[in-house]
T-cell receptor, first 114, second 112 residues
Framework: EAQVTQNPRYLITVTGKKLTVTCSQN?????MSWYRQDPGLGLRQIYY???????DKGDVPEGYKVSRKEKRNFPLILESPSPNQTSLYFCASSLRAANTGELFFGEGSRLTVL | AQSVTQPDIHITVSEGASLELRCNYSYGATPYLFWYVQSPGQGLQLLLKYFSGDTLVQGIKGFEAEFKRSQSSFNLRKPSVHWSDAAEYFC??????????FGDGTTLTVKP
């Protein structure tokens, strides 16, 4: 089954404790992206990747890192989480590199930073 | 920077009534426009998309949208709403070399 898988789905952590949210897709998509969703703010793009070893900042990259060492994986790293990073995070992928096609979304990862 | 505006935060319609959700995008080259739906606790699912050509596009679940360049709009419509259409709807713009922009979303409530 074609899917985007995120882990963990739910996480409560404390300020400053490094964490990684994994994202994996099995559709051989070139493009992958991370978003955060906050009430009233829609989805805001954090980072995206147009192919392996190619990543770039979205609109809200501060406090986050990403890597794209393999085509299927695009982990989101919070080196020193802070309470303002409490949010619902979505990973998405798309067949084409330039984000001109349909985005396939994971089910989301709800992160709480205390 | 490109932007997407959904003027309506919340819309309530009666089951069986028609629906129109508004979306405006900032001026730019021919945009790649999308409508997504998010049911509670779920990720987003694509309803329809516009790249070029026919300005009236059909999507899944009986939805359609019309691209109007003169009004910078891409409004979503459905002739008869079903209770299962209650969800949050997002208009989005892509194609800007990887960057994508979403509207703030419109929550649809369907009255029985």
């Amino acid at each position: 089954e074609a899917q985007v898988t995120q882990n963990p789905r739910y996480l409560i952590t404390v300020t400053g404790k490094k964490l990684t949210v994994t994202c994996s897709q099995n559709m051989n998509h070139e493009y992958m992206s991370w978003y955060r969703q906050d009430p009233g703010l829609g989805l805001r793009q954090i980072y995206y990747s147009m192919n392996v070893e190619v990543t770039d900042k979205g609109d809200v990259p501060e406090g986050y890192k990403v890597s794209r060492k393999e085509k299927r994986n695009f982990p989101l790293i919070l080196e020193s989480p802070s309470p303002n990073q409490t949010s619902l995070y979505f990973c998405a992928s798309s067949l084409r590199a330039a984000n001109t096609g349909e985005l396939f979304f994971g089910e989301g990862s709800r992160l709480t930073v205390l | 920077a490109q932007s997407v505006t959904q003027p309506d935060i919340h819309i309530t319609v009666s089951e069986g009534a028609s629906l129109e959700l508004r979306c405006n995008y900032s001026y730019g080259a021919t945009p790649y426009l999308f409508w997504y739906v998010q049911s509670p606790g779920q990720g987003l699912q694509l309803l329809l998309k516009y790249f070029s050509g026919d300005t009236l596009v059909q999507g899944i679940k009986g939805f359609e949208a019309e691209f109007k360049r003169s009004q910078s709009s891409f409004n979503l419509r459905k002739p008869s709403v079903h209770w299962s259409d209650a969800a949050e709807y997002f208009c989005a713009r892509g194609g800007n070399a990887g960057k994508s922009t979403f509207g703030d979303g419109t929550t649809l409530t369907v009255k029985p």
